[in-house]
């Protein structure tokens, strides 16, 4: 059975840091490309980062120098450590596993707020 479990949401003032993860199961973690997105209120989701298999990454202009991605194949998680939050990135983040289909977390809630 396919799973895809994100964590570490929650609530964060201005400035500060978070740091999500996805724990995958059921599928041959090494063989997918791993991407987090993003959807808040209202707006429709949209790409955040990718790591593919080889460990090249891609960020969106809007966290690009704040957020990071990584994997670990050993470990079969992705990660994203988001620094320097603002309000704006307010939203359930999601994980999202893609090789020849594609696979989604449930996600987790980020606010930033103060």
């Known amino acids: 059975q396919v799973q895809l479990v994100e964590s570490g949401g929650g609530l964060v003032q201005p400035g500060g840091s978070l740091r999500l993860s996805c724990a995958a199961s059921?599928?041959?973690?090494?063989?997918?490309?791993m991407s987090w997105y993003r959807q808040a209120p209202g707006r429709e989701r949209e790409w955040v980062a990718r790591?593919?298999?080889?460990?090249?990454?891609q960020y969106a202009e809007s966290v690009k120098g704040r957020f990071t991605i990584s994997r670990d194949n050993t470990k079969r998680t992705v990660s994203l450590q988001m620094n320097s939050l603002k309000p704006d990135d307010t939203a359930v983040y999601y994980c999202?596993?893609?090789?020849?289909?594609?696979?989604w977390g449930q996600g987790t809630q980020v606010t930033v707020s103060s």
């Open positions: 790591i593919g298999v080889g460990g090249g990454t």
């Open positions: 999202k596993a893609t090789a020849s289909v594609a696979y």
């Open positions: 059921g599928f041959t973690f090494s063989a997918y490309a």
